[in-house]
């Protein structure tokens, strides 16, 4: 099949939530072509779900930086989708295994409220949770609504001349002589631009076959969400109990207690994933629930899985290489930030913005 080629000024290859986000930076100034494998919206990665935690304390400050100027983000997109998208609810942190005095440290030199409380302190405000050690509160955080999140960044990049293929596998990406990239996706058309942007998740090592781009190793693996119902009257902010299994929790959308187990999924890919809840994960979150959650009643009344895609220093990738700029290894971690990763993602695109520590392939070579 003879393609049809689209010139344009950026090709975005990936059209989850970071993708999404760097179309709508980038559209208002620039020819965009976002090409996705899958339908908008799909559940076949790291983007899809209603809900994902929200919250500014890291003990690294440049994810401090970045968390504050992604709320500003978030805040210019339900302004122009007419719709909220952030909730205001709280996040608690505790656990043997958090490190609260950096937190603190970090988000206090940013200007990000926290608050210490005791166990007792904090199970007064909160009866809906146990507390086993001190508790970190950061009363501006919360959790936003990622499914409206993803709605929203694709209408309002639209709404700007973005044009986005949905349902559109890449079949060829490669650079072309005299510079820049040309995109062949497998409906028999083409986009040829100067500079690439990938946000392909799971995907990105294969898509970025063709270039020599020294990316870290990235691993894929499968974790499991699961859904518990809240008691009458329970009041459950957003949490994250560092307790080895790490484990997190949020309102979830439908009013249920959205509850999962961090970084302990298995090893898989994007195209062999299982996509079949884990029966032993079902009875330990039942069996956490039961300890951890007095708020909730015990019993999972839903699951799905999803895709985490990680460097070995969990840290995330935005820098650029030649005509490629890459955004990986969200995973985990990633959502709450997607406003200014793709602002981020469109200025070292479009702007020759340089990268930045820990972000950059350079630091991520000298942590391996």
Request: aromatic share 8%; hydrophobic share 45%.
């Amino acid at each position: 099949m003879t393609a049809t080629e689209a010139h344009a000024d950026l090709v975005v290859v990936g059209g989850g939530a970071m993708g999404l986000a760097t179309a709508w930076a980038a559209a208002p100034r620039a020819r965009v072509v976002l090409v996705e494998r899958f339908a908008a919206g799909h559940e076949r990665g790291a983007s899809h779900g209603a809900e994902r935690i929200w919250r500014h304390a890291y003990v690294e400050p440049a994810y401090v930086d970045m968390a504050l100027a992604a709320e500003e983000g978030w805040r210019a997109l339900e302004r122009a989708a007419g719709r909220p998208l952030l909730h205001r609810v709280g996040c608690v942190e505790h656990g043997e295994g958090g490190d609260l005095d950096g937190l603190a440290a970090s988000a206090g030199s940013r200007g990000v409220r926290t608050e210490r409380l005791t166990p007792g302190e904090a199970a007064r405000r909160w009866p809906a949770l146990n507390f086993a050690t001190d508790v970190l509160v950061q009363p501006d955080a919360g959790w936003v609504r990622a499914a409206d999140g993803l709605a929203a960044l694709a209408a309002e990049a639209a709404r700007a001349g973005a044009d986005l293929r949905f349902g559109a596998p890449v079949i060829d990406l490669a650079p072309v002589a005299g510079g820049g990239v040309r995109v062949v996706t497998a409906d028999g058309r083409a986009a040829a631009a100067p500079v690439v942007v990938v946000t392909a998740g799971a995907w990105t090592s294969d898509v970025l076959a063709p270039f020599a781009v020294p990316l870290p190793p990235l691993v894929t693996t499968e974790e499991h969400v699961f859904f518990v119902a809240r008691r009458p009257g329970a009041v459950v902010p957003s949490f994250i109990h560092w307790a080895g299994p790490d484990r997190y929790g949020l309102p979830a959308a439908d009013g249920r207690v959205k509850v999962g187990e961090h970084h302990t999924g298995a090893v898989t890919t994007g195209d062999t994933r299982s996509g079949v809840p884990d029966p032993d994960r079902v009875a330990r979150t039942e069996a956490y629930a039961r300890d951890w959650l007095p708020g909730v009643v015990p019993e999972v009344t839903g699951a799905t899985t999803c895709l985490y895609t990680s460097t070995p220093t969990r840290h995330f990738v935005l820098d650029r290489w030649g005509p490629v700029v890459v955004g990986a290894g969200f995973s985990g971690h990633g959502f709450k930030f997607v406003p200014e990763v793709g602002r981020r993602l469109a200025a070292l695109a479009l702007d020759g913005a340089p990268a930045v520590a820990p972000f950059s392939f350079a630091a991520h070579a000298t942590a391996g």
